[in-house]
């Protein structure tokens, strides 16, 4: 179904309320990841407003589509977005990183219903989402779909590329996997730290789908994720470039956000920008 201007601001609406959110939560933990987080609300608020096949108030429903969070220290994005939509309290998210939380800095599956793995490791998510691609198939589950979250800087570990060949070899065509690809890592730029290009052409190799887009335009990601539920002879990639921290100008760009939470008055001062920002406007990614 397209999307309506209707539908459009909406989207962007809880996609503002999502990043909100996010610096909430930081600033009452006082640790955490600010950039990542913020690049990938409008995807997260795709996922859980448009994409997925899933019940908030059954998050254990046997039919249900599975969202696999990879790069696991980006999940306060997706606690904020589980919270809008309805799966916990909103308020539940100031509780992040706090001792006996539900809601832990990396995801742990058997604390929080919805979570279907526990990420901390990077470059586990893509195994283990091909593993759980495989079963559906072997079970004759043709309706239900597999998607994993990665983040560039991920693309670095070797685990990643058995389960790329996996999936490939297999033509796990209902698996779909989306890269971050907002350029930075703990350390740097992804292109000075270890490059990565010509990414798209690796996967293409291993036979992989793959589509790029930009992660901030609502009706392009979305159209993406339709297309690769069209292709029935291999897995899809995602390849949605993102600006890291999207909607706060200031903090763009600037890996040594990549794992640093704003203070008290950082945390105002970016929560000011994302409301001026007053949703997103799609960018090219040349």
């Not at 599956?109 to 691609?133: D, F, I």
């Not at 309706?143 to 991920?154: A, K, L, S, T």
């Not at 539920?229 to 990549?258: L, Q």
Request: glycine letters at 10%.
């Amino acid at each position: 179904m397209a999307l309506t201007d209707g539908m459009l601001i909406d989207l962007e609406k809880k996609a503002e309320a999502t990043r909100e959110t996010i610096i909430a939560m930081l600033v009452a933990a006082g640790s955490g990841h600010t950039a990542g987080p913020l690049g990938m609300a409008d995807i997260f608020t795709a996922f859980y407003f448009n994409i997925l096949n899933h019940d908030p108030k059954n998050p254990d429903w046997e039919e249900r589509d599975r969202l696999i969070l990879s790069n696991g220290h980006i999940v306060p994005v997706r606690y904020a977005a589980m919270a809008h939509a309805g799966y916990f309290p909103v308020e539940e998210c100031l509780t992040l990183r706090k001792f006996g939380s539900r809601l832990q800095g990396h995801p742990e599956r058997v604390r929080l219903p919805g979570l279907e793995t526990t990420s901390g490791p990077l470059g586990e998510g893509l195994s283990q989402a091909s593993g759980m691609a495989y079963a559906l198939r072997m079970d004759g589950k043709k309706q239900q779909r597999i998607y994993c979250v990665m983040g560039d800087g991920e693309q670095d570990e070797g685990n990643v590329w058995e389960a790329v060949m996996f999936a490939g070899k297999n033509k796990l065509h209902n698996l779909t996997a989306i890269m971050d690809r907002n350029n930075i890592q703990i350390d740097g730029m992804t292109e000075d730290v270890m490059p990565l290009e010509p990414i798209a052409d690796k996967y293409r190799a291993f036979n992989w789908h793959v589509i790029e887009v930009s992660g901030h335009d609502f009706a392009a990601f979305i159209a993406a994720v339709d297309e690769a539920k069209a292709i029935y002879e291999k897995p899809t990639m995602i390849i949605a470039h993102t600006i890291p921290g999207k909607g706060v100008p200031e903090i763009a760009f600037d890996y040594r956000w990549h794992g640093k939470p704003p203070t008290t008055e950082e945390g105002k001062r970016f929560l000011k920008e994302i409301r001026t920002m007053g949703g997103n406007v799609p960018h090219e990614y040349a």
